[in-house]
């Protein structure tokens, strides 16, 4: 088995000289986003929008829904396949930036992938609004030699056209016709003036688009933007959280009733209910939360696994004398989500040592050292190495060293400021009673979540291996350097029972 960041630095990435042949996946001329631009963040504004004056979501949902059941789609919305009891999916959330990074994660996830049933996207399947026009370079060209069906649940960026990309290309549904106008002076009717709306697809690219992954084999056509898929020994549930991380009560009904039963259930979800140390239950409208309902134990769920954040966690949280996954698995080709400003866990009886990450705090400190080097061409001063980000992680948290250092590596006073600037200085005790959004202020202004870089990129995907006793997840690395990208790396794993 391949080293992994766990065993070596080369296992992680550090210090290879071998590019990965992923670049001959790639168009020509491919989009480099930066969301400190004003032209991408101005039309991905309506999730401001909606926290300031009402999420409509939930409305549009029930129309798209309610279009889809007219068109014959199952009234429970369940996917019903012929599958064995033992069988294979894969799982891979956040991936359309459609750079480097995302076609870096294509030769590891179809070498992982061979022999699967299908795959799952889990949340943000197009960057940066999830227009339609953008599905042929960051969906169908990348994906176009996996030869299964893939199933989505749409994130927050997919919902900044109102799901119309999403839809067309998911679901087969045309355009929903437009709502009648809100009454004047009202919130809706400021929200609307100010509103990004579905852009106008150039149907003919669409088409071309869809050619790259047009064999029998690869097509499915999913009742909506949630749903269930029966398959072998499981039912796996992915559910729609939209533009602010909520559920709609009319979704929270179906998702209580598809949850009933002694089938053994794994959730996707397009908002985590843990992640970076946090619990977010993830509030239904009309009362209770999806955690409420993972939780049941007569609905007997043993994993969740939710995307939007941009890199892998896993929580396993006991619950009533049984154990539930919580995975972040939200590092399938986006922009990487920093690991080295978490706090130490405690959160659900689940200590640090229980806790597992891809990728290392160390490594993420030390990619985003080497990443303000550049910026700020500061390269001598900023940049840390693997080694010594390792140490000065170790120091905050008070934990032993992940990965085993050659020799001692010193922490000095610039070694303590550059991690203090990037948002992983200071004791845990200090940095346990900041305030919860200043920390996030903080970390966000100086550890920024947009960037072009280099290898290693630090992505990853899940394979899940399904048998009538028990689920085996695996999480594997894909660097965009070459011995990853040959022999993808299992950055964690942990078998499920399911009996």
Known sequence: MADSSRDTAAGAGWGS??????????PQRTEKLSWVNPRTLWPARNGTLASLFGDPTGH?????????SAAGAPADKVVRRDTPDHFSFMVIGDTGEGDDPQYAVVPGFLKASQGTEFAVLASDVIY?????DDYGTKFFRPYQDYQA?????????DWYEDLDGFMRVFCDAPPLAPPPPPRRLSSAWWRSLLWHKPSAPDEQRLAQARKLRSAPAQQAVQPGPYWAVDAGPVRIIGIDTGLLGTVDAEQGRWLREVSAGDTPKILVTGSPLYVDAEHHPCPIEGGGTV????????????????GDIHNYQRYPVAVGG???????????GAFMHATHTMPRVSVAGVSEGD???????GDSLAFYSGLYGRRLRMRRFFTLTEDQATAVVSRRLGIPPTRAQVGSTRVTPRTRLVASLLGAGGRPDRTSRLRLPVRKAYTRLFSPGSATYSPPFFKCFLRLDVSPESVRL????ATGNLPQELDPPVEDEVVIPLV
Do not use: K
Not at 474 to 477: K, L, N, S, T, V
């Open 291 to 306: 955690d409420e309902i993972v939780r049941d134990p007569a609905h007997h769920y043993v994993a969740a696994i939710g």
């Open 60 to 68: 549009t949902r029930s129309r798209w829904v309610e279009q889809r």
């Open 474 to 477: 695996r999480c594997f690395a």
């Open 149 to 157: 069906p893939i199933y989505a649940i749409p994130g927050n960026h």
């Open 355 to 361: 806790f597992r990450c891809y990728p290392l705090r």
């Open 128 to 132: 940066p609004v999830g227009a339609a």
């Open 17 to 26: 000289t071998e590019p990965g042949a992923y670049t001959h996946l790639m």
């Open 322 to 332: 049984r154990t539930i996954q919580y995975v972040v698995a939200g590092g399938g």
